[in-house]
């Protein structure tokens, strides 16, 4: 079994920073693409960032040069890095992991969710 744990969730004012953590464990053969996803109250989840496995980066246009997604495999760890919060980004947090486990094959993991409030 394949687990992924997030940590760093909280209350900030705007224009604060705050900083998560996806951390994997398990059965884990193989590590592909890690992303970031949000989800407003009453909303879908949607993409905030993803990083492949060779390090390219794409982010969402809201959170462009304010947030920073990184990896560490050996860590089995994506990080995001958030700066110069908005209220608007207040959401519950999701990480996802692109991970090869024990059936050979590749599977899409979430996380459990952090929650994210921006007060103004």
């Known amino acids: 079994q394949v687990q992924l744990v997030e940590s760093g969730g909280g209350l900030v004012q705007a224009g604060g920073s705050l900083g998560l953590s996806c951390v994997a464990s398990?059965?884990?053969?193989?590590?592909?693409?890690m992303g970031w996803y949000r989800q407003p109250p009453g909303k879908q989840r949607n993409l905030v960032a993803r990083?492949?496995?060779?390090?390219?980066?794409n982010y969402t246009e809201s959170v462009e040069g304010r947030f920073t997604i990184s990896r560490d495999d050996a860590k089995k760890t994506v990080y995001l890095q958030m700066n110069s919060l908005k209220p608007e980004d207040s959401a519950v947090y999701y990480c996802?992991?692109?991970?090869?486990?024990?059936?050979?094959?590749?599977?899409?993991?979430w996380g459990q969710g952090t929650q994210v409030t921006v007060s103004s």
């Open positions: 996802n992991q692109e991970i090869k486990d024990s059936t050979g094959w590749y599977g899409s993991y």
């Open positions: 990083i492949t496995k060779d390090g390219s980066v």
């Open positions: 398990g059965s884990i053969f193989g590590l592909n693409t």
